[in-house]
């Protein structure tokens, strides 16, 4: 019954290459959105979809795409890897605005 | 341009004490703020949330209290108990609408039994 789940939790992969992550909430929310903490350990927002709709695209290099098929799924591919792609990403879903943000486990990239 | 900002890296408190996590913020527009507890290994876990329209929210153990002229929120934790240690990230929101929520740097909190 988790409520946020993304798959891998790890992923080890050279660089050049293209990987995907996957993610899936079954709260019934409207928003998804896409963390990503680095090295020091900061948590920043990458992205977020709300109904299907791209609302927050931060600065992100447009090797990373989200895609959302659906309210309940939001997708990560990114397309030529690079070493400093490697961090911990986290998805997460909220129910609106000024509403606490159900995070998953995170999935740990590796780039090497 | 750090926008939510928790001074403190680290904190260790002994069991049964009070814990009290600080964390500031430079923009006047957020009007919702959030703490959340993180073990490692797994995802962030909402604990508590205030609106701007308050000064203190209780739940349990865990009370926010939020000091909008001084843009500040602290999380007291009472008593404090092994089980809390983890890293705990506050994060804030606003104005009304928006759906981008900003994290602070983290404070590692370490019960000693």
């Known amino acids: 019954d988790t409520a946020v789940s993304q798959t891998p939790k790890y992923l080890v992969t050279q660089m050049g290459n293209d990987k995907s992550i996957k993610c899936e909430q079954n709260?019934?929310?409207?928003?998804m959105y896409w963390y990503k903490q680095d090295s020091k350990k900061f948590l920043k927002i990458m992205f977020s979809y709300n109904n299907k709709e791209l609302i927050i695209n931060e600065t992100v290099p447009n090797r990373f795409s989200p895609k959302s098929p659906d309210k309940a799924h939001l997708n990560l591919h990114i397309n030529s890897l690079e070493l400093g792609d490697s961090a911990v990403y986290f998805c997460?879903?909220?129910?609106?605005?000024?509403?606490?943000?159900?995070f998953g486990n995170g999935t740990r990239l590796t780039v090497t | 341009d750090q926008q939510v900002k928790q001074n403190s890296p680290s904190l260790s408190v002994q069991e049964g004490r009070i814990s009290i996590l600080n964390c500031d913020y430079t923009?006047?527009?957020?009007?919702?703020f959030l703490w959340y507890k993180k073990y490692p290994a797994e995802g962030p876990t909402f604990l508590i949330s205030i609106s701007s329209i308050k000064d203190k929210n209780e739940d349990g153990r865990f009370t926010v209290f939020l000091n909008k002229s001084a843009k500040h929120l602290s999380l007291h934790i009472v008593p404090s108990q092994p089980g809390d240690s983890a890293v705990y990230f506050c994060a804030a929101s606003g104005p009304s609408g928006t759906y981008k929520y900003i994290f602070g740097t983290g404070t590692r909190l370490k019960v000693l039994a």
């Open positions: 923009n006047s527009m957020f009007d919702y």
């Open positions: 709260l019934g929310h409207d928003t």
């Open positions: 997460a879903s909220s129910h609106g605005t000024h509403s606490p943000l159900h």
